[in-house]
């Protein structure tokens, strides 16, 4: 089964405005990371965040991360028609070697 | 670098026909996964490779076989393919399996079975 669940499954926005995206899993993880989809393409890792840190920031790029909720939010800044995409979260449970990606956000931003 | 490559891009199977993809990185990375990807969905973990020489299963094993041949190649073999293994299949690789590397991706391979 998913260990992460994305929310919303889809999002359309205007290019400049924010888009928010939530990850929500079930068990105890060491780190959270997101990556991006184009197209059916390979993913492309964005940012990773440690179960000890509860924000970090990558460019236009802002991850949370509430263990105590078992959440994580990516919030991508000042949006661009060039960041259309799927975004996906994928937590590494503690103990394991195993990555266990959610159901991915569709981005999509409208020139 | 190339990074990770996949072959075939592209690869129609009848129900029963084997296959075997291959997957291989030039980035010295220990640890390979394969996943498969279905429409609207999340990637699912097939099989994965912590170091040489070790394999394990991850959520959908059931259906495939594996081998990490070297450091740098980890194939993916379907011995009878079925419809329900009709997917875009992604391999990954990273510096290591745990601790919070990221994983690279090649560019898949779409599979269908007819």
């Known amino acids: 089964s998913q260990q992460g669940e994305e929310d919303p499954q889809a999002l359309s926005i205007q290019e400049g405005e924010n888009a928010t995206m939530n990850c929500s899993y079930k068990?105890?993880?060491?780190?959270l990371q997101w990556y991006r989809q184009n197209s059916g393409r390979g993913l492309v890792h964005l940012i990773l965040?440690?179960?000890?840190?509860r924000e970090k920031h990558s460019g236009r790029l802002r991850v949370t991360l509430d263990t105590s909720k078992k959440s994580s939010s990516l919030l991508i800044t000042a949006s661009r028609a060039a960041d259309t995409a799927s975004y996906f979260c994928?937590?590494?449970?503690?103990?394991?070697?195993?990555?266990?990606f959610g159901t991915g956000t569709r981005l999509k931003v409208l020139a | 670098n190339a990074g990770v490559t996949q072959t075939p891009k592209f690869q129609v199977l009848k129900t029963g026909q084997s296959m075997t993809l291959q997957c291989a990185q030039d980035?010295?990375?220990?640890?390979m996964y394969w996943y498969r990807q279905d429409p609207g969905m999340g990637l699912r973990l097939i099989y994965y490779s912590a170091s040489e020489g070790t394999t394990d299963k991850g959520e959908v094993p059931n259906g495939y076989n594996v081998s990490r041949l070297n450091k740098r190649e980890f194939s993916l073999r379907l011995e009878s393919a079925a419809p329900s293994q009709t997917s875009v299949y992604f391999c990954?690789?990273?510096?290591?399996?745990?601790?919070?590397?990221?994983?690279?991706f090649g560019p898949g391979t779409r599979l269908t079975v007819t």
């Open positions: 994928a937590t590494e449970s503690s103990g394991t070697y195993k990555y266990i």
């Open positions: 965040i440690r179960s000890n840190e």
């Open positions: 990954a690789s990273s510096e290591y399996g745990t601790g919070g590397y990221e994983q690279y």
């Open positions: 980035m010295n990375h220990n640890s």
């Open positions: 068990t105890s993880i060491n780190n």
